[in-house]
């Protein structure tokens, strides 16, 4: 069954309802978010469904109002008949080294109101991981100008204006067992969300190096 929308939560914490830690944080209700569209799939495209109903051409009326999208409702079909056939995948955990260094971009990031996967030091989503003391086996997705989970994991699937959809590619990795998430304010785009992911908590190899995978990126309106 669909959990209670963030924004929801957050009303109800506003006007004092208790509620548990991790209904109130940003990153685990991302992460959340991503496990639901991982782990129920076809209950994820029939949300998709109903978020097509608010097209009008290439313009969407959505969580931040009325605004003009890349491609209109051709992506979001892609990703419906995408999650229809796609299978179950296992739920993300939370990895905290991975976490750390997603907030290390995305405190860079905000602060100078850059994007883009390469830190001002040249490091790499792989090195920003080992200098926090985990490995080199990382997949990355950045996304700007959402401050909602639902609609930030949504653009993801979606992918508006990525011929490649990168970014659903990299949500529906079958192998990622882990991710760290880390949300806060961009200078130029308003937010910004960084999400760091492995087969490992820590970015390190799996058992089986051979199945070992690192550095497939992506950011929204660019994937490389």
């Known amino acids: 069954m669909r959990r209670l929308p963030y924004l929801l939560l957050t009303m109800l914490a506003g006007l004092g309802v208790a509620l548990p830690a991790q209904a109130q ?3 685990d209700a991302v992460l ?15 949300d998709l469904r109903r978020y097509r109903q608010s097209f009008e051409g290439r313009i969407i009326a959505d969580e931040r109002g009325e605004r003009m999208t890349r491609e209109g409702i051709r992506p979001v079909d892609e990703a419906i008949a995408f999650l229809e056939r796609q299978q179950p995948l296992p739920a993300l955990g939370h990895g905290a080294v991975l976490a750390i260094a997603a907030a290390d971009h995305a ?7 850059t994007r883009g996967h390469i830190s001002t030091n040249g490091a790499t989503p792989a090195r920003r991981v080992v200098a926090r003391g985990g490995g080199r086996y990382v997949s990355e997705t950045i996304a700007y100008g959402e401050d909602d989970p639902v609609a930030i994991v949504r653009s993801l699937i979606v992918d508006d204006g990525v011929p490649s959809r990168t970014h659903r590619i990299v949500l529906f990795m079958p192998y990622l067992r882990y ?43 660019a994937a490389f």
């Open 179 to 221: 991710a760290g998430v880390a949300c806060g304010p961009h200078a130029a785009y308003d937010f910004l969300c960084v999400m760091d992911y492995s087969q490992t908590a820590d970015g390190n190899a799996p058992r089986a190096p051979s199945l070992a995978r690192s550095d497939y990126l992506a950011e929204n309106g």
């Open 25 to 27: 944080s940003l990153e």
């Open 32 to 46: 959340a978010e991503i496990n639901f569209a991982r782990t129920q799939p076809r209950e994820y495209a029939r």
């Open 107 to 113: 405190m860079e990031q905000g602060a100078h109101g």
